[in-house]
């Protein structure tokens, strides 16, 4: 199958997201005519005198495009000076390298601080770096090179080519820029670079490889499961897709990170030609967790998670902890992790480069645990527990109502069984309407009800505290929708009724309760009356109740009967599961919730009979 991507085509795709890169930055971002070369806005000045590389070393790197953000989103103040972009997964050429170091590097006869170029380890890349470094200097430009070869998955012994440059190199482009923006010179900047270079270690994993824009056919390598049927993985993978240390069984999380680590700190790195483990317990450290370009943000937390703490485990501590796209590799289901131990020549005042603040596009800066302490693994804020009526039992208004106590227990159970009694006929209306739980879930909620009137934790004794324990019981017990919507009209019942002032709760106090209870379910719910739903029971019940001053619950129970019995010629749904059927289901058959409503009204009704 051919690969779906948004494109034109491959061959103007550079050009194109130069492009829509120029336009998102247009402050600070320009193109070097006639090349695929992305230089700082104050490149632009044709005055030598204000020339930038007057008054620090440029910084240059590139490579192939499919990285973004690398190199061009690192382009900026304390990072690179430009970025050179080949084709996709292509070196750049000599000729636009060049033409990025005369950009940005002024020869030292003109004051020019010089240039370095960043390189990823790579034999085109490293070639046309080359050649163009040479070409440069041969003009009277100070033009020096760091190769980058961070990544921990070829063996050491293997061939004279050595370790790819993968995301690592991103700290080199942040230490270097630090260190030019601070002003230092043109060996001070390199002798940084080549110490971060050499001090950094990376590793990746995918879940599925890339495949590039144009490409005939999707690249499958990894779509394949093993002889038992487990989907497969593989650890080491470049940021081109080749292959990578070894393919296994995908595995957790946990797992993934475990062995990640493991491969990296036996790797290590070599110091005084010995080879030793990247880190040590107790070195502080600055981690990097890149996406490799189609991981989802909640698997870059899980993964995150999971380096971070095994690390702390092991006595490290994380001062900075880096995470997003910083090299990817197009689509690919991946992700690498980027070590840098802060020991030996990785001073403080090193370390410091790393926070030098940048508008680079790409950065995305870390927090910073450098106080000597522990870095929080979970930076918790602690809850605050508020007891069940704290606050407000001094001052809950008197109730005017008479005998309150005795009949709201009564007419409480009377209305609960009920509703639970009505299933059968609440789901038959909800399976032709809904989908079928609506009688189930009322039912949990009222045998809730039943149960804390019997042990006595719902408490009955101010309508305040009656509203708010009705809402936890249905809160805990019902789920869905219709749960959620009565709990909040219960909420704000009681809210209602805790602001009343006066004598004391009366019965049109309760009434106005109950129509503000019915307005914060339209509220929050969305729906209104005449949407079909137990709304349409409601809001008539209110006004005929509003309309006695709370005492006429018989005409309430009237008005919530017409109200439910009309729901079932309205041709259209406005809310809820009902709003997904055609007029010819719906019609016939009431909204189960506003059946559930008249007929607790009706059942409230008879209790005051």
């Not at 080519?161 to 900047?189: E, I, N, P, S, Y």
Request: with cysteine.
């Amino acid at each position: 199958m051919k690969p779906k991507k948004f494109i034109n085509s491959a061959e103007n795709a550079v050009d194109e997201f130069i492009s829509g890169l120029l336009l998102q930055y247009p402050n600070h971002l320009r193109k070097l005519a006639n090349h695929h070369v992305i230089l700082h806005s104050s490149f632009a000045t044709q005055n030598k005198d204000a020339h930038p590389n007057k008054a620090r070393v440029s910084l240059l790197s590139g490579g192939g495009s499919g990285h973004e953000p690398s190199h061009a989103g690192f382009v900026g103040e304390n990072m690179l000076s430009g970025a050179i972009l080949g084709g996709i997964f292509a070196s750049p050429s000599v000729s636009s390298i060049l033409a990025a170091i005369r950009a940005s590097t002024l020869p030292s006869s003109d004051g020019g601080k010089g240039c370095l170029l960043i390189v990823k380890n790579y034999t085109g890349d490293r070639l046309n770096f080359g050649i163009a470094c040479e070409l440069a200097n041969a003009e009277g430009r100070l033009v020096k090179m760091v190769v980058v070869a961070d990544d921990c998955a070829i063996e050491r012994k293997k061939g004279i080519t050595g370790a790819r440059g993968v995301a690592g190199t991103v700290f080199v482009h942040k230490a270097a820029g630090g260190a030019a923006g601070k002003g230092m010179d043109l060996d001070q900047v390199t002798s940084i670079a080549e110490t971060v270079s050499k001090g950094v270690g990376s590793l990746g994993c995918a879940l599925n490889t890339v495949t590039i824009p144009g490409a005939d056919k999707v690249n499958d390598r990894l779509s394949k499961a093993d002889d038992a049927g487990e989907p497969m993985m593989e650890i080491g993978l470049g940021i081109h897709g080749e292959a990578g240390k070894k393919q296994c069984p995908l595995m957790s999380c946990d797992d993934i990170a475990k062995e990640m680590l493991s491969i990296i700190q036996t790797y290590g790195r070599e110091v005084d030609s010995k080879i030793i483990p990247l880190y040590n317990p107790s070195d502080e450290l600055i981690v990097l967790v890149n996406n490799l370009g189609g991981t989802s943000n909640f698997e870059m937390s899980l993964l995150t998670r999971s380096l971070v703490t095994q690390l702390e485990a092991a006595g490290c501590k994380a001062t900075r902890v880096l995470v997003g796209s910083f090299m990817t590799s197009f689509d690919m289901q991946g992700a690498s992790v980027s070590i840098l131990p802060c020991t030996g020549d990785i001073t403080k005042d090193v370390l410091g480069l790393f926070d030098a603040s940048t508008d680079a596009p790409g950065w995305l800066a870390a927090d910073v645990w450098n106080d000597g302490e522990s870095r929080p693994s979970a930076s918790e804020i602690d809850e605050v527990i508020v007891e069940k009526g704290a606050g407000a039992a001094e001052q809950l208004p008197p109730v005017l109502v008479k005998d309150y106590f005795t009949v709201a227990q009564k007419v409480l159970a009377q209305c609960a069984q009920a509703l639970s009694d009505a299933e059968p006929t609440l789901t038959e209306y909800d399976t032709i309407v809904g989908d079928g739980d609506c009688g189930i879930t009322m039912q949990r909620g009222a045998k809730e009800v039943l149960s804390r009137l019997e042990s006595k934790t719902l408490r009955v004794d101010n309508p305040v505290n009656t509203f708010a324990d009705l809402a936890d019981a249905v809160s805990a017990s019902m789920g869905g929708s219709s749960g959620i919507l009565l709990e909040l009209m219960f909420r704000k019942m009681s809210t209602s009724l805790q602001s009343v002032s006066g004598d004391g709760i009366t019965p049109k106090d309760m009434a106005v309760a109950f129509r503000n209870g019915c307005e914060a379910v339209s509220f929050y719910g969305g729906a209104q009356e005449g949407s079909r739903t137990m709304l349409d029971a409601m809001f008539p019940a209110s006004a005929a109740m509003l309309a006695g001053d709370g005492a006429d619950i018989p005409a309430s129970a009237t008005a919530a009967q017409k109200g439910a019995d009309a729901t079932a010629a309205m041709a259209n749904a406005e809310a809820g599961r009902s709003n997904y059927l055609s007029e010819e289901v719906l019609m016939g058959t009431p909204d189960p919730g506003a059946v559930a409503v008249a007929l607790v009204l009706g059942t409230l009704a008879k209790a005051f009979a």
